[in-house]
């Protein structure tokens, strides 16, 4: 079930947001306290946020920035204000896209239906597979982070495109060719001493943050992710 984080200071329209999306099959959670949102957002871990922007305290333009410092999350801005000036400033603060008050609720699950497609849209509703999780070493897929219980290190996009590709396949091999297939950029021409560099830098970011996992270097076929011998 996808989880969506209502941020939206008119109790009754965040009542009715919850209340007909529920019947969609999202599992929704309104913010009270709008001091923090922030920590509402780490705990229940969205796969969606609604944002207002006539907040309490700070507007939704400071939250979303919050957000998008530490995650991908879509965000969906939910107001009245939805000037041209207002959706160009969204945007700058990290929005995704932009429903205007009032608003049909058929729109807006449409909106929220076709978020959902585009980010997760592969993982088939099956929220276990933001998270893949191999010895002590976590890699969160909306967080693009590398962690253990003892540290976290964020990944650059190569990086989690091929961190993925080595979880899923644990324990087995990955080669050079489906490795470098995953990091391909149709514009733009991607040596193999890039897939090199890239490697590298992941088995340094799985050693700082002491993960049991290394990457072993299969001569002539690819890598494979390995438990370290005890």
Same mark, same amino acid.
């Given at each position: 079930?996808?989880?969506?984080?209502?941020?939206?200071?008119?109790?009754?329209? =965040?009542?009715?947001?919850?209340?007909?999306?529920?019947?969609y099959?999202?599992?929704?959670?309104?913010?009270?306290? $709008?001091?923090?949102?922030?920590?509402? $957002?780490?705990?229940?871990?969205?796969?969606?946020v609604?944002?207002?922007?006539?907040?309490?305290?700070?507007?939704?333009?400071?939250?979303?920035?919050?957000?998008?410092?530490?995650?991908?999350?879509?965000?969906?801005?939910?107001? =009245?204000?939805?000037?041209?000036?207002?959706?160009?400033?969204?945007?700058?603060?990290?929005?995704?896209?932009?429903?205007?008050?009032? $608003?049909?609720?058929?729109?807006?699950?449409?909106?929220?239906?076709?978020?959902?497609?585009?980010?997760?849209?592969?993982?088939?509703?099956?929220?276990?597979?933001?998270?893949?999780?191999?010895?002590?070493?976590?890699?969160?897929?909306?967080?693009?982070?590398?962690?253990?219980?003892?540290?976290?290190?964020?990944?650059?996009?190569?990086?989690?495109?091929?961190?993925?590709?080595?979880?899923?396949?644990?324990?087995? +091999?990955?080669?050079?060719?489906?490795?470098l297939?995953?990091?391909?950029?149709?514009? +733009?021409?991607?040596?193999?001493?890039?897939?090199?560099?890239?490697?590298?830098?992941?088995?340094?970011?799985?050693?700082?943050?002491?993960?049991?996992?290394?990457? =072993?270097?299969?001569?002539?076929?690819?890598?494979?992710?390995?438990?370290?011998?005890?």
């Amino acid at each position: 079930m996808y989880k969506l984080l209502i941020v939206e200071d008119e109790m009754n329209i =965040a009542a009715t947001l919850k209340s007909h999306l529920l019947k969609y099959g999202y599992d929704c959670h309104i913010v009270v306290d $709008f001091e923090k949102v922030l920590e509402d $957002f780490q705990q229940f871990q969205p796969h969606l946020v609604i944002m207002d922007i006539n907040l309490p305290a700070f507007d939704g333009y400071y939250w979303s920035r919050k957000i998008r410092h530490i995650s991908n999350c879509p965000i969906m801005i939910l107001s =009245a204000r939805m000037s041209d000036i207002d959706q160009i400033y969204g945007i700058e603060n990290g929005a995704d896209d932009f429903v205007t008050k009032p $608003f049909s609720m058929d729109v807006l699950l449409a909106k929220i239906n076709g978020q959902i497609r585009r980010i997760y849209g592969e993982y088939a509703m099956d929220s276990q597979y933001r998270m893949l999780k191999r010895g002590n070493t976590e890699l969160n897929l909306e967080t693009v982070r590398l962690s253990t219980p003892a540290q976290e290190k964020v990944l650059t996009v190569n990086e989690i495109k091929l961190c993925t590709m080595l979880f899923e396949a644990f324990p087995n +091999v990955v080669s050079r060719q489906q490795l470098l297939s995953a990091i391909w950029d149709e514009d +733009v021409f991607v040596e193999e001493n890039t897939l090199t560099v890239n490697i590298v830098r992941l088995r340094k970011k799985l050693a700082t943050i002491e993960s049991s996992l290394e990457i =072993a270097t299969i001569r002539g076929i690819g890598y494979q992710l390995t438990e370290k011998s005890v």
